[in-house]
Nanobody
Framework: QVQLVESGGGLVQAGGSLRLSCTAS????????MGWFRQAPGKEREFVAA????????VYADSVKGRFTTSRDNAKNTGYLQMNSLKPEDTAVYYC????????????????????WGQGTQVTVSS
């Protein structure tokens, strides 16, 4: 079973930056598509960003376009979410997810596309 572990969360002032990491177990991460989601207290989980297995087909939610960047280093079995110009409304638990097919059937924004999920990492942005 593939396991994903997020790290890099914390507390930051509005306008600051954080970089989240998602490290996968095993040696097959390079063939997996990856998505990032977030969930604020009392809210439903929402899509943030996604990247295909080869680093192409990068997709962002409208709320983070121009501020967040997702990337991956398959040699390290790690995906990244660089978050700049953070806003208080970005406060949430952030999750990474992996799709073993390497891409998406319906689209990267749908949770059912993903086979594996990390435990989440807390991001808090103060105003």
């Amino acid at each position: 079973q593939v396991q994903l572990v997020e790290s890099g969360g914390g507390l930051v002032q509005a306008g600051g930056s954080l970089r989240l990491s998602c490290t996968a177990s095993g040696r097959t991460f390079s063939s997996y598509a990856m998505g990032w989601f977030r969930q604020a207290p009392g809210k439903e989980r929402e899509f943030v960003a996604a990247i295909r297995w080869n680093g192409g087909n990068i997709v962002y939610a409208d709320s983070v376009k121009g501020r967040f960047t997702t990337s991956r280093d398959n040699a390290k079995n790690t995906g990244y979410l660089q978050m700049n110009s953070l806003k208080p409304e970005d406060t949430a638990v952030y999750y990474c997810a992996a799709d073993a097919s390497g891409s998406w059937y319906r689209g990267p924004k749908y949770e059912n596309e993903y086979d594996y999920w990390g435990q989440g990492t807390q991001v808090t942005v103060s105003s």
